[in-house]
Each structure stands twice: as C-alpha cells, then as structure tokens.
C-alpha cells in the first residue's frame, strides 16, 4: 500500500484527508508542521507529501526546498497565481487551492504516483491460472488465451498488481477514466461481470470476490 505523509495543522482538515485516504486504500502518516515532517521523513520513506503552506514554524515554501524524490502535492488556500508559480518552482509536483474536490484531488494523487512509481510494470503478472501480458493485453487462463476490452484489461490489471488487497470502487473507476474511458459505477458491474463470464468459460474457479459496499479483490 501507498504511505502518504500528510503536512498540515488544521485538525478538522487532518482528519478530512486521513478518512480518505484510507478510505481508498492508502496508508496515512501525520505531521503538523514543518520540522516535525522533517523529523518523520529522516525515519521513514514515504511515497507522496500532501502539504500545507500556512504552517507553524518552518512554512510550506521552505520545506518544499528541502524535500527530494519524493512527490509533493501543496493543498493552501493561497489561490493567486504567484503563489502556485512559486511553489512549483521551487520543486512542487503539483497545486490544489482550498477547499478542493475530494474526486480531483484522488486522481491527482493517483497521477503522481503512476509518475514517480519505482518499477515498471512486468511484462506478465500471474496469479494461480491467471497470466496477464501486458506487452499484448491479454488474458490466459490455464493457458487459453482471452480477449479483453481495454476497460476490462485496466480493471484486471490493477486487481492482479493487488492480489491480496481490497481496490474500491472509486479507485478502480479513477484507473479507468485514466486509463481508458469514462466510466460509472454500473458499467463497472457489468465490465466485471463480463470478465468473470469470459474466466468462466475456462475454469470452474470464481477469481474476482465482490466485497459488498466497498469494492472488489482477486479471490484467494
């Protein structure tokens, strides 16, 4: 799982981005100022900042020079265009002026991390009698080959890069708007349903589990 390090002091809008964050699978760190962000990123590694400007102490401005190889998204009420010119240059990966759109900002964050992601995706991801190849967008089951659409391919992609873990719904429809198309919560059921009916021609094994409310997870 993704670990964001959450740079900000105001307690109501803390825990606004700690709900959802891990609401959509990411794992949450928490500093609310400057230097104590420093202090955390000496012990840990972490894989995106979310950062505010008006911090107490040691500003936005100075921590974003002090930070490298590690995406930062400033979230800041400052909204002028000075402001967001001078952040991203001076290292910011991306701008987002308060108070911001919880669907934009996930898919921001989503960018962010495909960008600065530390591995390149195999050519094959496997997973029992599943073998995806990326290179051609196909599917094997117990070797036989399966045609995917390109919605389908990006949904079994990111289930098969997260076999044990839980994908909810908006993550999978972020992918996919990213991806491929714009897509909905019922074309998501019935894309879905139509791999699950395309694996079935070829095994008896059910491969993708609906967790009721939440979303959906390769079966074990």
Known sequence: MKKILIVEDDSSTHHILQEL???NGYLTYHAYSGTEALLLLEKESYDLILLDLMLPGMSGEEMITKIKDIPMIVLSAKASSDDKVNCLLKGA???ITKPFDSKELLARIEVQLRKNAKFR????LRYKELELENDHHTLL?????IILTKT???IIKQLLLNPTQVITKNKL???IRMDTEDCDEASLRVHISNIRRKIRKHTNVEYIESIWGIGFKIKE
């Open 121 to 124: 995706l195999p050519e094959k």
């Open 21 to 23: 964050l891990k609401a």
């Open 141 to 145: 089951v117990s070797k036989e080959k």
């Open 93 to 95: 990966s991306d701008y």
């Open 173 to 175: 429809l972020d992918w």
């Open 152 to 154: 389908e391919y990006a």
